[in-house]
């Protein structure tokens, strides 16, 4: 992509994206609400939400913690743009971890039990996740021989007809990173959690609305990814991620949550069979 | 020519030297001293070769040819007579063969030997000098203060630091002439010298357990010793050559077992599996000798021989599929490795553990050999050297003023010894995180497989969500703001505080610098051997850069916070009025306590070991049988 595009595309993602990410998360509550039979807030609480966390005053247990979130955050916006400026898949999961990273250690500075086994959780989470990540990204390139993001989505044929098996075990992995039921165990959205709030349990104010943006632009990265499976024509890509994304509020709201066992056993064992195996038939093709 | 020869013979000065003077203050000086001379003349050689590419030297006579068969005799000697006097007849008989070998060979062919270049210097012995000669010296610098306070808290070990200085000086001196030998008869007299300097300073507190595990290492290295001195000959006899450099022009008929044999060589020198145990073992020497063996020789020297044969698994006919089980074995090592590493609660088995790992992706990048995985496995190898380093020695640091080495025990190191555990957030980033050194040659690696090999990803991405693991549950320990007991000094030898400074930087400096490295050191060296280099991809170094710029650049906000409202963690509502207190059951009062996950009954080693070892000599099998 040329220098000019890029420098558009990053600048409409900082700006857009958080909004985009907001609306998703007010949806996400309002289907899930009435799939509780509840009526649901409005669509923008999420934005209410945030604003008034910002207004509040901030106690902290360490400064320190402030820094790491506020990493965290960084991380999360590098990442997204250097997806949306079509640069380098592999470099932009690398940003993505690293950003991660900064959440776990500002939950472990703290010092606090809860927030320590929400940390530790966390990063079984990410170790469950990780694998299929990575293989999704070489199962793009092994189909579309690149690693830019700009030439995968301009890639003349659907990503899905080489790389079903890729997508299936990538789905499964997104209800790992979108925090949803079965497999929210470091925190979890739902006001149900054993662990306190985990992950976040000693963040307030600002920090916590940090948090919650860096969540928005993360989902909206992840969404673009799944895009990128369908990416020779833009509406059904979007629709098909729209289509994802409400499986998934669909798996939050009809199952309980698992052990982190399960969560880490299944997900590599789908990994496994999808994404190896994707990969596998691939390679001998 | 003068410099590398001054390479080689220098430390073995510097070694004597240090045996024969025993004073503190004396040691002090002429180690600082040689530190700083070997790390100016690396850098001369370096600035002399600079551009030169591959220089070859017809440097030698049979004369020094037949002195280094007597040394090698002696040696093989000494070494004999210390097997049999413990009872380590298996050691002794691995001995006493390759000694025979090897005379027979000098023998029958010693008069038709002839090697036109015994000595060269390329890029990658540039690169190896200056890790050896900046990083091992950086290390001894460390010991000197460090083998002090080591005797205060082991008052049971006989004080021998002479004979330990003498046997480091002499390891620098023999990884010199590994890195530079061109005849292999010569990379092999450095070769076992490596393992007999390792032997010794393993079993340096001569306890039981030292002594079990030197021999432990001594009889795989032989093992190593023996495949390589049956690749000499068997080359010489059926291709009429000694020399490192004309492998690759071979046939394919000639090349392929010697490679084998080279590559196991290399497997059990970098402490593959199945030859992991030794290196494990090792822990039990002092903490310089680890980082020494970790980082900047003997493991390296056995992943340096294996990048060296990468052009005969390239392009001699064949050589890919001899390659591939080598690769194979180190993805296995690499994944197996990383696993294991999540179930260790010593800082020096989780750190053993990694370097395993790390070099079975060396071997990875070596084995399949293409011009891309050649650049990630030197990156690699430059990177975990300097980050390695760093990490054992602060270790070392902390063990002295804590008490253990046990990660739980380091909760709130970075309130306890600020500016160590700085360096050792540094050196753990350095071994996983982007922007920094090994993410980006593991990023190389992971593309340059997916080109070559693709089922290998499938390892890297498996072992690298463990290694994400382990080490952050390590950096969340280290970072932990705790209150600091209050009688808790920290005390650290100016040696160890100059040394951990210097390492500290030169990972970050690593990171910065490496589009300079690749430019102008390893792009050469590659085109030179595949017409093509690995060119990074300059946005994404841009990229890398930036994020580096923002990691440095963002702890400044920390100073700008000002007043902050704070308040005690949340305990479920039972904090006493103490910090880091609560109220438990009885209304007794109780610490607040934290212990990591370590996953045991899923990343236990007594499963997973014997699962790499009967891998790997399966895939080793085959890797010989392919080469016949």
Same mark, same amino acid.
């Given at each position: 992509?040329?220098?000019?595009?890029?420098?558009?595309?990053?600048?409409?993602?900082?700006?857009?994206?958080?909004?985009?990410?907001?609306?998703?998360?007010?949806?996400?509550?309002?289907?899930?609400?009435?799939?509780?039979?509840?009526?649901?807030?409005?669509?923008?609480?999420?934005?209410?939400?945030?604003?008034?966390?910002?207004?509040?005053?901030?106690?902290?247990?360490?400064?320190?913690?402030?820094?790491?979130?506020?990493?965290?955050?960084?991380?999360?916006?590098?990442?997204?743009?250097?997806?949306?400026?079509?640069?380098?898949?592999?470099?932009?999961?690398?940003?993505?971890?690293?950003?991660?990273?900064?959440?776990?250690?500002?939950?472990?500075?703290?010092?606090?039990?809860?927030?320590?086994?929400?940390?530790?959780?966390?990063?079984?989470?990410?170790?469950?996740?990780?694998?299929?990540?990575?293989?999704?990204?070489?199962?793009?390139?092994?189909?579309?021989?690149?690693?830019?993001?700009?030439?995968?989505?301009?890639?003349?044929?659907?990503?899905?007809?080489?790389?079903?098996?890729?997508?299936?075990?990538?789905?499964?992995?997104?209800?790992?990173?979108?925090?949803?039921?079965?497999?929210?165990?470091?925190?979890?959205?739902?006001?149900?959690?054993?662990?306190?709030?985990?992950?976040?349990?000693?963040?307030?104010?600002?920090?916590?609305?940090?948090?919650?943006?860096?969540?928005?632009?993360?989902?909206?990265?992840?969404?673009?990814?799944?895009?990128?499976?369908?990416?020779?024509?833009?509406?059904?890509?979007?629709?098909?991620?729209?289509?994802?994304?409400?499986?998934?509020?669909?798996?939050?709201?009809?199952?309980?949550?698992?052990?982190?066992?399960?969560?880490?056993?299944?997900?590599?064992?789908?990994?496994?069979?999808?994404?190896?195996?994707?990969?596998?038939?691939?390679?001998?093709? | 020519?003068?410099?590398?020869?001054?390479?080689?013979?220098?430390?073995?000065?510097?070694?004597?030297?240090?045996?024969?003077?025993?004073?503190?203050?004396?040691?002090?000086?002429?180690?600082?001293?040689?530190?700083?001379?070997?790390?100016?003349?690396?850098?001369?050689?370096?600035?002399?070769?600079?551009?030169?590419?591959? &220089?070859?030297?017809?440097?030698?006579?049979? $004369? @020094?040819?037949? +002195? #280094?068969?007597?040394?090698?005799? /002696? !040696?093989? *000697?000494?070494?004999?007579?210390?097997?049999?006097?413990?009872?380590?007849?298996?050691?002794?008989?691995?001995?006493?063969?390759?000694?025979?070998?090897?005379?027979?060979?000098?023998?029958?062919?010693?008069?038709?030997?002839?090697?036109?270049?015994?000595?060269? &210097?390329?890029?990658?012995?540039?690169?190896? $000098? @200056?890790?050896? +000669? #900046?990083?091992?010296?950086?290390? /001894? !610098?460390? *010991?000197?203060?460090?083998?002090?306070?080591?005797?205060?808290?082991?008052?049971?070990?006989?004080?021998?630091?002479?004979?330990?200085?003498?046997?480091?000086?002499?390891?620098?001196?023999?990884?010199?002439?590994?890195?530079?030998?061109?005849?292999?008869?010569?990379?092999?007299?450095?070769?076992?010298?490596? $393992?007999?300097?390792?032997?010794?300073?393993?079993?340096?507190?001569?306890?039981?357990?030292?002594?079990?595990?030197?021999?432990?290492?001594?009889?795989?290295?032989?093992?190593?010793?023996?495949?390589?001195?049956?690749?000499?000959?068997?080359?010489?006899?059926?291709?009429?050559?000694?020399?490192?450099?004309?492998?690759?022009?071979?046939?394919?008929?000639?090349?392929?077992?010697?490679?084998?044999?080279?590559?196991?060589?290399?497997?059990?020198?970098?402490?593959?599996?199945?030859?992991?145990?030794?290196?494990?073992?090792?822990?039990?020497?002092?903490?310089?000798?680890?980082?020494?063996?970790?980082?900047?020789?003997?493991?390296?020297?056995?992943?340096?021989?294996?990048?060296?044969?990468?052009?005969?698994?390239?392009?001699?006919?064949?050589?890919?599929?001899?390659?591939?089980?080598?690769?194979?074995?180190?993805?296995?090592?690499?994944?197996?490795?990383?696993?294991?590493?999540?179930?260790?609660?010593?800082?020096?088995?989780?750190?053993?553990?990694?370097?395993?790992?790390?070099?079975?992706?060396?071997?990875?990048?070596?084995?399949?050999?293409?011009?891309?995985?050649?650049?990630?496995?030197?990156?690699?190898?430059?990177?975990?050297?300097?980050?390695?380093?760093?990490?054992?020695?602060?270790?070392?640091?902390?063990?002295?003023?804590?008490?253990?080495?046990?990660?739980?025990?380091?909760?709130?190191?970075?309130?306890?010894?600020?500016?160590?555990?700085?360096?050792?957030?540094?050196?753990?980033?350095?071994?996983?995180?982007?922007?920094?050194?090994?993410?980006?040659?593991?990023?190389?690696?992971?593309?340059?497989?997916?080109?070559?090999?693709?089922?290998?990803?499938?390892?890297?991405?498996?072992?690298?969500?463990?290694?994400?693991?382990?080490?952050?549950?390590?950096?969340?320990?280290?970072?932990?703001?705790?209150?600091?007991?209050?009688?808790?000094?920290?005390?650290?030898?100016?040696?160890?505080?100059?040394?951990?400074?210097?390492?500290?930087?030169?990972?970050?400096?690593?990171?910065?610098?490496?589009?300079?490295?690749?430019?102008?050191?390893?792009?050469?060296?590659?085109?030179?051997?595949?017409?093509?280099?690995?060119?990074?991809?300059?946005?994404?170094?841009?990229?890398?850069?930036?994020?580096?710029?923002?990691?440095?650049?963002?702890?400044?906000?920390?100073?700008?916070?000002?007043?902050?409202?704070?308040?005690?963690?949340?305990?479920?509502?039972?904090?006493?009025?103490?910090?880091?207190?609560?109220?438990?059951?009885?209304?007794?009062?109780?610490?607040?306590?934290?212990?990591?996950?370590?996953?045991?009954?899923?990343?236990?080693?007594?499963?997973?070991?014997?699962?790499?070892?009967?891998?790997?000599?399966?895939?080793?099998?085959?890797?010989?049988?392919?080469?016949?």
């Amino acid at each position: 992509m040329s220098g000019i595009n890029a420098t558009i595309a990053v600048i409409l993602y900082i700006v857009l994206a958080p909004v985009v990410g907001g609306l998703i998360s007010g949806v996400d509550r309002k289907i899930s609400a009435r799939m509780q039979g509840r009526y649901g807030p409005p669509i923008l609480q999420p934005f209410y939400d945030v604003f008034k966390l910002m207004a509040k005053q901030n106690i902290v247990v360490n400064k320190h913690q402030k820094f790491y979130v506020l990493c965290f955050l960084v991380f999360i916006i590098i990442t997204g743009a250097i997806f949306f400026a079509g640069g380098d898949l592999l470099l932009a999961i690398f940003a993505l971890t690293l950003g991660s990273v900064f959440l776990i250690i500002a939950a472990y500075s703290t010092y606090s039990p809860y927030a320590y086994i929400g940390a530790e959780r966390e990063m079984l989470q990410i170790m469950a996740y990780e694998p299929m990540v990575i293989l999704t990204v070489v199962g793009m390139y092994m189909v579309t021989k690149s690693f830019s993001v700009f030439d995968i989505a301009m890639f003349d044929q659907p990503l899905i007809y080489s790389l079903p098996g890729i997508f299936l075990g990538f789905v499964f992995i997104l209800t790992i990173k979108f925090r949803k039921s079965p497999f929210d165990i470091s925190m979890s959205h739902h006001a149900h959690q054993e662990i306190v709030r985990g992950v976040v349990t000693e963040f307030s104010g600002k920090e916590l609305a940090m948090v919650e943006v860096a969540h928005w632009y993360e989902n909206v990265f992840l969404l673009g990814i799944v895009c990128l499976f369908f990416a020779s024509n833009p509406v059904i890509a979007i629709v098909l991620a729209a289509l994802t994304y409400f499986l998934e509020i669909f798996i939050d709201n009809n199952n309980s949550r698992l052990k982190w066992q399960s969560a880490l056993g299944s997900a590599w064992i789908v990994a496994l069979v999808l994404g190896v195996g994707n990969i596998a038939f691939l390679a001998l093709r | 020519m003068n410099t590398v020869l001054f390479l080689i013979l220098y430390p073995v000065i510097v070694a004597l030297l240090l045996l024969i003077l025993p004073q503190l203050a004396i040691r002090k000086f002429i180690v600082g001293a040689s530190t700083a001379i070997l790390t100016v003349a690396s850098i001369y050689l370096m600035i002399d070769y600079f551009n030169t590419g591959a &220089v070859f030297f017809e440097f030698g006579t049979h $004369t @020094l040819n037949l +002195g #280094i068969l007597f040394i090698e005799v /002696a !040696l093989a *000697a000494i070494i004999v007579y210390i097997s049999v006097k413990h009872k380590q007849f298996l050691a002794a008989l691995l001995m006493l063969t390759g000694a025979i070998m090897t005379i027979w060979f000098e023998v029958t062919h010693g008069n038709q030997i002839h090697a036109t270049h015994n000595l060269f &210097v390329d890029n990658l012995s540039l690169i190896m $000098t @200056l890790i050896i +000669g #900046i990083i091992g010296g950086l290390i /001894a !610098l460390f *010991a000197v203060g460090y083998m002090e306070e080591y005797h205060k808290h082991h008052p049971n070990v006989k004080n021998r630091v002479p004979f330990f200085f003498f046997i480091v000086f002499a390891f620098l001196g023999a990884m010199y002439g590994l890195v530079f030998a061109n005849n292999l008869m010569w990379l092999f007299f450095f070769w076992e010298i490596t $393992t007999f300097c390792s032997f010794f300073l393993i079993g340096y507190s001569r306890d039981e357990i030292a002594i079990k595990n030197a021999f432990k290492a001594l009889k795989m290295n032989l093992l190593g010793g023996l495949a390589f001195s049956a690749a000499i000959i068997y080359l010489f006899t059926n291709a009429n050559t000694v020399e490192l450099n004309q492998l690759p022009n071979l046939a394919s008929t000639v090349v392929l077992l010697p490679a084998a044999l080279l590559a196991f060589a290399g497997i059990s020198k970098a402490a593959q599996m199945p030859f992991s145990s030794w290196l494990l073992g090792a822990m039990v020497a002092p903490t310089p000798v680890s980082a020494l063996l970790h980082s900047s020789t003997m493991v390296k020297a056995g992943v340096y021989l294996i990048i060296r044969l990468s052009p005969v698994f390239a392009f001699v006919e064949g050589g890919a599929t001899v390659g591939l089980f080598v690769a194979m074995v180190g993805a296995v090592t690499f994944l197996l490795a990383s696993f294991m590493a999540i179930s260790q609660m010593d800082a020096k088995r989780v750190l053993a553990y990694s370097t395993i790992a790390n070099l079975g992706l060396i071997v990875v990048c070596a084995g399949i050999g293409t011009y891309e995985l050649v650049w990630a496995a030197i990156m690699l190898v430059i990177f975990h050297a300097i980050a390695k380093s760093l990490l054992f020695l602060s270790v070392g640091t902390v063990e002295n003023n804590v008490g253990d080495r046990i990660i739980e025990s380091m909760d709130g190191l970075i309130t306890k010894m600020p500016k160590v555990a700085i360096g050792m957030v540094i050196g753990i980033a350095g071994m996983f995180l982007a922007p920094f050194g090994m993410l980006i040659s593991k990023w190389a690696a992971l593309e340059g497989l997916v080109s070559a090999n693709p089922i290998l990803t499938v390892f890297v991405a498996f072992g690298s969500a463990a290694t994400l693991f382990f080490w952050t549950k390590w950096l969340g320990k280290i970072i932990m703001i705790k209150e600091k007991p209050a009688d808790f000094v920290a005390k650290i030898p100016v040696t160890e505080q100059f040394t951990l400074t210097a390492l500290a930087v030169m990972t970050i400096g690593v990171c910065l610098l490496f589009p300079l490295i690749s430019k102008y050191s390893l792009e050469p060296f590659i085109q030179a051997i595949y017409g093509h280099a690995y060119m990074l991809d300059q946005s994404n170094v841009a990229i890398l850069l930036i994020m580096m710029g923002i990691i440095l650049v963002l702890p400044l906000r920390l100073m700008t916070y000002g007043e902050l409202n704070y308040r005690p963690q949340y305990l479920a509502g039972s904090n006493s009025s103490e910090k880091e207190k609560f109220y438990g059951s009885l209304g007794l009062t109780r610490d607040v306590t934290m212990k990591s996950f370590y996953l045991e009954n899923i990343f236990g080693e007594d499963k997973l070991f014997k699962l790499g070892v009967v891998s790997s000599i399966v895939l080793i099998i085959i890797m010989f049988g392919v080469g016949i």
